[in-house]
């Protein structure tokens, strides 16, 4: 399997399959409830729309797009300071950066 194939199956795989886990480990009783809100910190990517082009395999989101900045990053990490659905958000955040940031450095360009 060529490199981009694995790149962008790891890429889906840490933002649709793995936050399953992170909700099983951290929100077993709600877990449900937990992953949905996980997969709602997508929309994070909406910002990508804004960019042209809107998809560039070789450009680094973070830094980049207004919602994945340092100063947003930032803000996700205070998230984590708050109890309930904000915390389970800025995990959400902080994981999706975290997957894209892992994309653009450790794989084949």
Request: overall charge negative; glycine content about 8%.
């Given at each position: 399997m060529d490199c981009?194939?694995?790149?962008?199956c790891f890429h889906y795989f840490l933002h649709f399959i793995f936050p399953v886990f992170i909700a099983l480990l951290f929100y077993r009783k709600n877990w449900i409830k937990a992953y949905l809100i996980l997969l709602a910190t997508m929309a994070?990517?909406?910002?990508h729309l804004f960019a042209n082009p809107?998809?560039?395999p070789s450009r680094n989101s973070i830094g980049f797009h207004i919602l994945h900045?340092?100063?947003a990053i930032a803000v996700y990490f205070l998230m984590l300071f708050f109890k309930g659905n904000?915390?389970?958000?800025?995990?959400?955040?902080?994981f999706?950066?975290?997957t894209d940031f892992q994309d653009f450095t450790f794989w084949c360009h």
């Open positions: 981009l194939l694995w790149k962008t994070v990517d909406l910002d809107v998809f560039d900045s340092y100063y904000i915390r389970i958000v800025g995990i959400g955040l902080l999706h950066m975290l």
